[in-house]
C-alpha cells in the first residue's frame, strides 16, 4: 500500500482534500483501489461510519471510478455500536490501536 498522490495537483494522500470533508489518510493497494482511513484519537464515534461512507462514496463516483474502494477506521476503542453499524456496510474494516512506551533515564553529563 502506498499514499496517494494526485496526478494533476501532486497533492499527497495526507488530509486530502475533497469536496466532502478531509480524508485523513488516502492510499492506493497493489491493484490501484483506494484506501480510507479515518483516524481517531479516542474512542469512535457512531457518526464515525457515517463520515468514512461519505469520502467512500465521493471516491467512488470521481477518481475512483471503476476501481474498488475500502475504508478503515482506526481509534483506541471500537464501541459495539459501531461494529454493529460497520456490519451492514462492505469493505470497511475496524482496527483498535494501543500505545506503549519506555521511559529510560538519561545519565548526566560527564567531563
Not at 494526485?6 to 482534500?17: A, K, L
Not at 461512507?53 to 463516483?61: D, E
Not at 477518481?63 to 459501531?82: D, E, M
Amino acid at each position: 500500500m502506498t499514499l496517494y498522490v494526485d496526478p494533476t495537483s501532486g497533492v499527497d494522500g495526507i488530509e486530502f482534500r475533497t469536496p466532502v470533508g478531509r480524508i485523513d489518510v488516502l492510499a492506493q493497494d497493489a491493484d490501484g483501489g483506494f484506501v480510507v482511513f479515518e483516524l481517531k484519537r479516542a474512542s469512535a464515534p457512531d457518526h464515525a461510519i457515517g463520515q468514512l461512507a461519505r469520502y467512500m462514496g465521493w471516491l467512488k463516483t470521481t477518481i475512483g471510478r471503476g476501481r474498488s474502494v475500502h475504508g478503515v477506521i482506526v481509534a483506541r476503542q471500537i464501541n459495539q455500536t459501531l461494529r454493529y453499524s460497520v456490519a451492514a456496510i462492505p469493505n470497511v474494516s475496524l482496527y483498535e490501536y494501543k500505545v506503549q512506551f519506555d521511559l529510560n533515564k538519561v545519565p548526566e553529563a560527564t567531563d
